[in-house]
């Protein structure tokens, strides 16, 4: 935005002293010498050279006042030049709600194909889940829990076992703690991957579509990994025992007394990882039970659908919005043109004024110039005929005037009139407010009550 400045109106031109051009130029001495040589002739009609040179010297303020004039019109000129944008930007409001249902219509074309898509794939899921749960018989919601909760936990026993059990296992190990560290972290690996395989075996068996010698079999399978993982941790405590009196053959002692007798071990400790095994075994199954649903298939083809369902949300959710921001960018858009409007009548209305208060100075200034010249002129040519012996020449009486030069024009009739227009217009700005507004509103109104994407419930 353009601002005037103090400097850009307060206009000054230097006024001539003719006493100081009298001297500057000479103009007593050179009319003695030209009266001595009876200069100019009687019968000459136009200015000596003397005086030629008093009339280019006035000729040289006028193209300095010439040269200000030109300048401070141009500041102006340029600041009133945005009449022209203002009366753009008024046409340009006039065009937003054709622009604004354009755009509406284009972006709504596009998302409506990929709003169509995605509902397409949405319900292909839907059917395939619904299908799903009929053929299985299930009428419950699907049970899983969060995994990152879960892995947390199940990641928590492991290393709490692997921890709790080093302190056992390190006691006749060769390499200590960290030794223990390590046998403690196969059992509880060994614990993770049995829970899986039980967990896994179990969720099967449930399906109804498996034949009934197909869920005996699956059944013997857990009851043999059940089994099979409470006599591993009895042969851990075997190992436990042997491993404290004889390292060296601790694997080979542990398999020998667990065959003759499983579960007669001998010490606190070695009992103490049995127990700790096993309940923390249970432990785990449980935690790995709660990563899917128990009934084989129904985890995924839930988080499927419902990962389709929230991405359509999502989408349906995002057309909305952009739709919204289309409207809010229109009211932001025609505020912001008001207000430019607003900005500009106030930087142009009081210019006419500073311009006719340069054309008074400018004039006053030219009237100055050519009371000048013809003083100067007068002083010339009476101290030239009070010295001649002859008449003198017959021009002398006439009264000269400072011309040869172009007087600038200050257009302010046009600007005056540019002005009115823009003021009315800005006196009509709340009119034409509400008038856009309510063109938006409805073009907003009639798409939004035939969209079956904003009004659809997924």
């Known amino acids: 935005m353009l601002k005037i400045k103090k400097s850009d109106y307060e206009i000054k031109f230097y006024e001539v002293d003719p006493k100081k051009v009298i001297e500057e130029l000479d103009i007593e001495a050179n009319a003695k010498k030209e009266a001595e040589l009876n200069l100019p002739l009687e019968d000459a009609n136009d200015l000596d050279v003397n005086e030629f040179n008093i009339k280019k010297y006035l000729l040289d303020k006028v193209k300095e006042a010439n040269e200000i004039v030109i300048n401070k019109k141009a500041v102006y000129n340029k600041i009133l030049f945005r009449i022209t944008e203002a009366f753009n930007k008024e046409k340009e409001i006039s065009y937003l709600p054709e622009k604004y249902k354009n755009d509406f219509d284009h972006y709504f074309l596009e998302a409506k194909e990929e709003y169509e898509n995605e509902k397409k794939k949405f319900q292909d899921v839907e059917k395939d889940y619904h299908n799903f749960r009929n053929e299985n018989n299930i009428d419950r919601v699907e049970d899983s829990k969060n995994p990152l909760i879960l892995t947390a ?10 921890i709790f059990n080093s302190y056992f296992f390190a006691k006749g190990n060769e390499l200590g703690i960290f030794g223990g560290f390590i046998q403690a972290s196969i059992v509880s690996l060994i614990n993770l991957g049995v829970a899986m395989l039980l967990i896994n075996l179990i969720r099967n068996q449930k ?7 197909a869920k005996r079999f699956y059944q ?18 075997h190992f436990r025992t042997a491993f404290t009196t004889d390292p060296e053959n601790a694997y080979d ?27 923390l075994f249970i432990i785990i199954a449980l935690d790995v039970r709660f990563y899917k649903d128990i009934y084989p298939g129904y985890t995924e083809i839930t988080k499927k659908y419902n990962k389709h369902k929230t991405d359509l949300n999502e989408l349906k959710s995002a057309i909305s919005d952009h739709l919204k921001a289309l409207e809010e960018d229109q009211e932001k858009d025609l505020k912001k043109s008001l207000d430019q409007i607003k900005y500009i009548f106030n930087d142009v209305r009081d210019i006419p004024n500073y311009k006719m208060n340069l054309e ?3 004039k006053e200034h030219l009237s100055h110039l050519n009371n000048s010249f013809n003083l100067l002129i007068k002083r010339y040519r009476s101290i030239n005929q009070a010295n001649r012996k002859t008449d003198k020449p017959k021009y002398f009486d006439r009264t000269e005037k400072l011309d040869g030069f172009d007087i600038i024009s200050f257009e302010l009739e046009e600007d005056i009139k540019n002005l009115k227009k823009l003021q009315k217009i800005v006196e009509n700005l709340p009119d034409l407010e509400a008038s856009i507004m309510k063109e938006i509103n409805n073009t907003t109104n009639q798409i939004r009550n035939i969209s079956e994407i904003i009004n659809e419930q997924v």
Request: avoid cysteine; charge should be neutral.
């Open 253 to 279: 002692v542990s398999v020998s007394n667990f065959l003759n007798n499983p579960f007669y071990i001998t010490g606190f400790d070695s009992w103490t990882i049995v127990i700790i095994g096993i309940i």
């Open 207 to 213: 399906s109804i579509k498996i034949s009934n010698f």
């Open 360 to 362: 008074a100075k400018y």
């Open 220 to 237: 013997f399978l857990i009851v043999l990994l059940s089994t099979g993982i409470v006599f591993f941790h009895l042969l851990v405590g």
């Open 153 to 162: 936990i199940l990641g928590f026993i492991l290393i709490i076992e692997s």
